[in-house]
């Protein structure tokens, strides 16, 4: 196995690929670098000596400036190291090409087709509460209706409770009804009850207007408030949607119909060099093939934006970008809160030292297509290929984002672990294989593989072909599991 890897050219520190010991001799080219130190996995080390206020290259960007000097072999990170970044920055307009080398293979998943001409990958039967008070009566309903209906011809029954709905206001009431429209509309669910309690802000006849048109035969309401048992008639409710919907037939359907959400949390030091690239290979190749990705985490972007704008379609997607960017900065700045407080302690002690060495690794989950749209919190994809979404980086808040704007499925790196999921299968990949044999309940795919003698068009064409098959009806852990969940944004006044 190899034991470092200089990532880019102009970089001036290596990261290590293994646990590194004292005295250990790497070489970097033709020159040697003895380690002065213990090392773990995914940190940095230099490869010369680096004099203080030096800049820390790595990915061959800028990932902050050492605070100290730092001698040839030591350890690079917090300790010596500090962010460049502060403040609102101005953006000049720099379109440069997209290195895009995929080509469209026609390939199919086993999906279904909706009346609307949409497409999901599971058959789903879904309890949407409007607001928090109603979610022990989900419980029940669902409890009730499996004591008297045998499930065995659709993929779920659940329902995803959450907080919101009431005693809101103003951004946080439009984002919770909005979200929630979104779920009731997603092709993963093949028929969804919303269940609202009487009272609360999200009233039922105006949720049901924003909705638009919907099928009808596949969504029902209920306001338990205006009846005397609502048990027994909810039951019935999800009955009829049951019938409606259990003999839907999964069919060949091109993958350019796929809509995938990209996404990383617990994120280390080789998140940027395994996992999150492989995402970016995977986003190339359905783009390419005509479908769409999303990438979000605004505060991950800190650092590497300028490689998204640089790739937006045209000056109108640049300008999105530029006002994602800097209105999420404001956003801290008005709340009294350090604008570049990232990485997180678990970031920090798998290797990642600053927000710039963070969003380096997170952006490379965009590979390198061209930026075509840029969408608000609570808006569903208009155009294909990639797609950037505003959101929060709170790893349950933007998978529900993604997923509530219309992704079927949410790619999700770690180097950390985590069991939890979204609405929709949650993919969970490995940055590292210790972590995929210590955690295979969690684990779904080994992106650490591209440290072991494997290509990344190796690595890249398994995965693609294992993502199809969750397409067309594989379980991923978190399905198997039962972890699924929502959370909702929220930033204003809780009344």
């Known amino acids: 196995m190899i034991k470092h890897i200089r990532i880019n050219v102009k970089d001036n520190v290596l990261v290590a690929l293994k646990n590194l010991e004292k005295g250990e001799i790497l070489y970097d080219g033709s020159r040697e670098v003895k380690v002065k130190e213990d090392i773990k996995m995914g940190h940095k080390i230099a490869i010369n000596d680096i004099i203080k206020d030096e800049n820390i290259t790595k990915y061959g960007y800028e990932i902050g400036h050492a605070t100290k000097k730092i001698n040839s072999g030591e350890h690079v990170h917090c300790h010596n190291v500090e962010t460049n970044l502060q403040g609102i920055e101005k953006y000049k307009y720099n379109k440069k090409s997209c ?78 009804r909005n979200i929630l429209r979104n779920m009731v509309r997603h092709p993963n669910a093949g028929g969804v009850l919303v269940l609202g309690l009487g009272c609360e802000y999200i009233q039922m006849k105006e949720f049901i207007t924003s909705l638009g048109e919907y099928d009808e035969s596949r969504v029902r309401f209920l306001v338990v408030q205006e ?25 060949d359907i091109s993958i350019s119909e796929l809509k995938i959400g990209l996404k990383c949390g617990g994120s280390d030091g080789m998140s940027g060099l395994t996992a999150n690239p492989l995402l970016g290979e995977f986003s190339d190749y ?48 008005e709340n009294k809160q350090t604008i570049y407080e990232n990485p997180s302690p678990g970031n920090k002690d798998g290797g990642i030292t600053t927000l710039e060495d963070k969003s380096l690794g997170c952006t490379q989950k965009s590979g390198y297509s061209t930026v075509m749209d840029v969408i608000k919190y609570g808006e ?73 003698n494997k290509t990344i068009e190796e690595v890249a064409k398994e995965f693609i072909d294992y993502v199809i098959e969750v397409a067309s009806g594989e379980w991923v852990n978190n399905e198997k599991n039962g972890f699924r969940e929502l959370a909702i944004y929220k930033s204003g006044v809780t009344l």
């Open 99 to 176: 290195n895009n080398i995929y080509k469209d293979e026609f390939r199919t998943f086993k999906g279904y087709k909706r009346k609307d001409k949409s497409v999901g990958v599971r058959n789903e039967l879904w309890i949407v509460p409007t607001v928090g008070c109603v979610n022990g009566t989900c419980d029940k309903i669902i409890n009730k209706f499996k004591e008297e209906v045998k499930i065995d011809d659709i993929d779920y029954l659940g329902v995803f409770k959450h907080n919101n709905g009431c005693s809101q206001m103003g951004d946080d009431l439009i984002a919770t």
């Open 227 to 251: 009846v005397e048992d609502e048990i027994p008639i909810a039951v019935e409710l999800l009955k009829d949607l049951y019938e409606n919907m259990k003999n839907d037939k999964r069919e």
């Open 286 to 333: 359905l783009v390419a093939n005509g479908g769409t990705t999303i990438l979000t985490e605004v505060p991950e972007m800190f650092g590497a934006e300028t490689i998204l704008m640089e790739r937006a379609y045209d000056e109108e997607v640049f300008n999105k970008i530029v006002y994602m960017i800097n209105d999420f900065k404001e956003f801290c700045r």
């Open 380 to 452: 569903v994809l208009k155009k294909k290929g990639l797609n950037l979404l505003d959101s929060p980086s709170n790893d349950l808040v933007a998978s529900s984002a993604q997923a509530a704007a219309g992704c079927q499925i949410v790619l999700f790196t770690t180097g950390r672990g985590t069991p939890f999921g979204s609405f929709v299968p949650t993919v969970k990949i490995s940055s590292n294989t210790k972590l995929y044999k210590k955690k295979p309940h969690w684990i779904d795919f080994n992106g650490g593989q591209l440290t072991e």
